[in-house]
């Protein structure tokens, strides 16, 4: 079973996709999914590439 990891932004690794929510005030539920890319930013089906903030609160499994 996969296990809920939360974290901020720069502690996910290069490679892994991860969750964050669409805004700050909503459930975990309404989230986005985006894979990191390198250090500063993710790519996203929807978003496209987006630099996200390094302590950006998210989540993965593992």
């Known amino acids: ?3 809920k990891n939360t974290c901020s932004f720069k502690d ?3 490679g892994q996709t991860f ?3 669409r805004h700050p005030d909503t459930s ?3 989230s986005i ?3 990191k890319v390198d250090a500063a930013g993710g790519d996203s ?3 496209g ?5 390094p302590d950006q ?3 993965f499994f593992k």
């Open 1 to 3: 079973m996969s296990q």
């Open 45 to 47: 089906i929807e978003w």
């Open 57 to 59: 609160p998210c989540w």
């Open 12 to 14: 996910v690794p290069v």
């Open 33 to 35: 999914s985006f894979t």
């Open 49 to 53: 590439k987006s630099e996200i903030h």
């Open 28 to 30: 975990d539920t309404d």
């Open 19 to 21: 969750f964050m929510k």
